[in-house]
């Protein structure tokens, strides 16, 4: 070594070499529990299926006024959400499309089966455009006819995975499979429709309003496929189970009824009967 | 897998050389003359930059879908489809790598000093002589560098494509689609063979644009 | 193809962010030097000869024919105007070998407008030597040559040259200056250059336009530089070198070198490492005006090795000092103080001898 360090010297670098590293993760640490909620204000955290995002945001007012809970919500594909969750993310609740993202986390046990609430249902349609060839098509079978109609992709979500079990139990998949896309997600199917591409998109009923100048022609009897469902859940080890049981019990409500009829959701009860 | 990658490279170089031209063209004229409008074309040709890729995929598929006067035309005059071929995976390709092959483009152009063009045109050299046998021999380095930058950005290219040209295997189906349907699936040992031949396209043509200015090196720069 | 009237007949106003230029010119075929302090506008108003800048309004005729009109909207691109222009560093094309430079314009050139071949240019310039070099390794001097060479093998009818001596060291000064004088005289292609050093102009040019502020000052015979009080205020007469042009003698026997030059021989220092030249060289020398002695009496017992009798001329003051013009069969220029000068008494026609030490005289390459 060219010097050597007294004893003093080393002293004095090692505390400057502390706090050069220590300082940064005060402040993050300070600037973080500021800029969170402040503790008075209970919170809490909704991993929720992308398709529920209309419903979830116009209710959430409602809630908030009567529990003086706030909401933070992370909508996404519910695989993702579920992979999410089984990684400790910080949800409070989980509500999926399809059984099997929550079936996962089942498995895992980051839910309960017991915990399990099947909110609402969705319904599988055909769409066509409002200007098109078949804008009055009446019969399920004029599918085979149609130069290409859309869906989902089913390796990516769970409404493609219901159209092509729908498609395949009314006996017309084999004729259709080939000139049918699979899209990147039921939005870019619809696009499709809209743009001319394709003829038709089967959808839930739920996406169809956000395509302009598309809409519904027919139904899907939901005899052909498994239940769309939407299975929610109190998350184990939640922050705040007690107000995450709250929001459940909320969704269940006359009011937040009427708001995923209003968007075209069917309730549970209505299909078992 | 072959057939994958025969399809990535295909719609690479199409989408590079549809590209070329006028990443030259433009390129030419942002760097070295002053056009009028100049910050309108900019922030135009910068656009797939900025936007996410998607963006840019669903506006290829407005402006090209059957319905519209463009589609139409190609569709029922030509009898030629676009969307959901690997023409819309080229042209989605050509979209978002067009800004990175530019911008080199004219950075290399820039750097040709306008007193050697000048000596040029008093020499009674015209514009399109002056750019072919001083501006482009001084600056082919660059050209060079932006195209392949532009190419291996059309070879990762994905979420344009995806909305234009769909993903159907055997037909629009490229590595980037590739990798993620297997990934979404679960499918992750088959995705890493595919992200192998990736890294493995890249690496090559890194090393062609190395081997290609080091032939020129002797030559080339001032 | 006769050159009736004058080579650049211009009138033309332009406009760049605060400075205006606003000329109005008749530039006569010969050897034209614009001159003026720099930010004068000398180089915007080449640009706008040659057409790579466009007046904001005027006209612009080179030997009765129209290449600028800004009522007639007339703009000749400047690859057709037919003017060559020479930038300062020569810009030579640094992906082509010298003679591909000079080929360039050539190889543009129809067969029926080319009126010398390559070869004549080459030998003008004395460039031959070079014709396969790399343009990266040259001299200025050689520099210079090939970017002349180059302009000249493009036919143009008029040559624009910027500050063509400016980046030179020097002895390429010496030789460019005669370069340029072959040229004209051998070719007969009028010159306009920009220069800031009014030695050059004096030294090379037939006219002068004076420049300052965007407008012109004054045109006409070199002479207005020393006698318009106008012109005067723009130049600087400090370190006034005379730049004259003469043909050097072999080293005689008894050992030394003289130029002739005018009606006179003026005795050069030798170099030691001189080889034996045994030609007459035709050369440039600078002489610094204040560096030659005036005397009304022959002197003598002088170590200066020239003493050289000579006839005043005329006499012009600047702001410091007063340069007499002296005539020894070409003009030259002695700076004295005013104060000697009526201490001497020397005016016009006034009978001098001038006293030039040998090492006072520079020789700029040959």
Not at chain 1, 231 to 237: D, I, L
Not at chain 2, 14 to 37: D, M, S
Not at chain 3, 202 to 210: D, E, F, G, K, N
Request: net charge neutral.
């Amino acid at each position: 070594m060219p010097f050597s360090f007294s004893g003093k010297h080393l002293f004095v670098i090692f505390k400057l070499v502390n706090l050069a590293i220590f300082l940064p993760f005060a402040l993050i640490t300070v600037v973080f529990s500021f800029s969170c909620a402040n503790p008075e204000t209970q919170r809490i955290m909704v991993f929720s299926a992308a398709s529920l995002v209309d419903v979830l945001q116009e209710t959430a007012p409602e809630f908030e006024k009567q529990t003086g809970t706030k909401l933070i919500f992370n909508f996404a594909g519910s695989q993702t959400l579920a992979g999410e969750i089984s990684n400790g993310g910080p949800a409070d609740i989980f509500i999926s499309a399809g059984h099997s993202p929550a079936r996962f986390l089942v498995d895992r046990g980051h839910i309960k089966e017991e915990n399990i609430l099947e909110l609402v249902e969705n319904v599988l349609v055909v769409a066509t455009s409002d200007d098109g060839e078949y804008v009055n098509i009446s019969d399920i079978a004029e599918l085979a006819n149609m130069h290409r109609i859309a869906i989902a992709d089913p390796d990516l979500a769970p409404a493609g995975e219901y159209a092509k079990e729908a498609l395949h139990n009314i006996g017309i998949w084999s004729e259709i499979s080939r000139r049918t896309i699979l899209a990147a997600d039921v939005r870019t199917a619809l696009a499709y429709v809209q743009t001319g591409d394709v003829d038709a998109a089967v959808v839930y009923i739920t996406d169809v309003s956000i395509a302009k100048g598309v809409s519904t022609k027919l139904f899907i009897n939901g005899m052909h496929h498994t239940p769309i469902v939407y299975p929610a859940a109190v998350v184990e080890n939640a922050r705040e189970p007690v107000l995450g049981k709250e929001y459940l019990d909320f969704l269940t409500t006359a009011y937040a009824s009427s708001v995923f009829e209003k968007y075209g959701f069917a309730s549970v009860k209505e299909r078992i009967n | 897998m072959l057939e994958i990658t025969y399809i990535t490279l295909k719609v690479a170089i199409a989408a590079t050389l549809i590209n070329f031209p006028f990443a030259l063209y433009i390129g030419w004229i942002l760097g070295r003359r002053n056009p009028k409008g100049r910050l309108v074309l900019e922030v135009f040709i910068s656009l797939p930059l900025a936007l996410p890729p998607v963006v840019t995929g669903y506006a290829l598929l407005i402006a090209l879908g059957s319905r519209s006067p463009i589609g139409n035309f190609i569709q029922n005059v030509l009898g030629i489809d676009i969307i959901f071929t690997w023409v819309a995976a080229s042209l989605a390709a050509a979209v978002v790598s067009f800004p990175l092959m530019v911008r080199s483009i004219i950075v290399a152009m820039s750097a040709v000093d306008p007193r050697l063009e000048r000596s040029a045109r008093s020499l009674g050299a015209g514009p399109m002589k002056t750019f072919f046998s001083i501006t482009l021999p001084l600056s082919y380095q660059g050209v060079i560098a932006g195209t392949l930058l532009g190419f291996v950005r059309a070879l990762s290219e994905f979420g344009a494509t995806i909305i234009v040209a769909g993903n159907i295997p055997g037909v629009t189906q490229t590595l980037p689609l590739a990798i993620f349907a297997r990934v979404q699936t679960g499918r992750t040992s088959d995705a890493f063979e595919l992200v192998a031949v990736s890294v493995l396209l890249a690496v090559i043509s890194l090393g062609v644009h190395n081997w290609l200015l080091s032939r020129s090196g002797s030559k080339g720069g001032i | 193809m006769t050159k009736s009237g004058c080579a650049i007949r211009l009138g033309v106003k332009k406009r760049l962010g605060e400075f205006t230029l606003d000329c109005q010119l008749d530039i006569a075929n010969g050897i034209t030097a614009i001159f003026g302090p720099s930010g004068s506008g000398k180089t915007t108003l080449l640009d706008c000869i040659a057409g790579f800048l466009s007046p904001d309004q005027g006209c612009i005729s080179k030997f009765g024919r129209i290449v600028f009109s800004s009522e007639r909207s007339i703009n000749v691109s400047p690859n057709k105007r037919g003017i060559g222009y020479v930038v300062q560093n020569s810009a030579l094309f640094p992906h082509l070998t010298v003679k591909e430079n000079i080929n360039y314009g050539f190889s543009l050139t129809s067969e029926q407008k080319r009126k010398y071949s390559l070869e004549t240019v080459m030998e003008i310039l004395d460039i031959a030597y070079l014709s396969e070099r790399d343009t990266r390794n040259l001299s200025g001097g050689e520099r210079q040559r090939v970017a002349l060479a180059r302009s000249l093998a493009a036919f143009p009818d008029i040559l624009l040259l910027d500050e063509p001596l400016a980046s030179l060291d020097a002895p390429f000064r010496g030789l460019i200056i005669q370069k340029l004088k072959i040229i004209f005289r051998e070719l007969g292609i009028p010159m306009i250059y920009v220069s800031h050093s009014i030695s050059e102009v004096i030294a090379l040019a037939h006219q002068v336009v004076v420049m300052s502020e965007g407008s012109v000052l004054g045109s006409g015979n070199v002479s207005i530089l020393l006698r318009d009080s106008n012109v005067k205020r723009v130049a600087d007469f400090s370190s006034f070198e005379n730049l004259l042009q003469g043909s050097i003698s072999p080293v005689g026997i008894d050992g030394q070198k003289s130029i002739a030059l005018g009606d006179t021989k003026l005795i050069l220092p030798v170099e030691r490492s001189e080889g034996e030249e045994k030609e007459e060289v035709s050369a440039i020398v600078s002489i610094r005006a204040s560096d030659i002695i005036l005397s009304k009496i022959k002197p003598i017992g002088l170590s200066a090795r020239n003493v050289i009798s000579a006839r005043v001329k005329e006499v012009h003051g600047t702001d410091s000092s007063v340069l007499v013009e002296c005539d020894i069969g070409e003009p030259i220029y002695v700076e004295i103080t005013s104060l000697s000068q009526s201490e001497l008494g020397i005016y016009s026609g006034t009978e001098v001898f001038l006293i030039i030490k040998a090492s006072s005289i520079m020789v700029l390459g040959n």
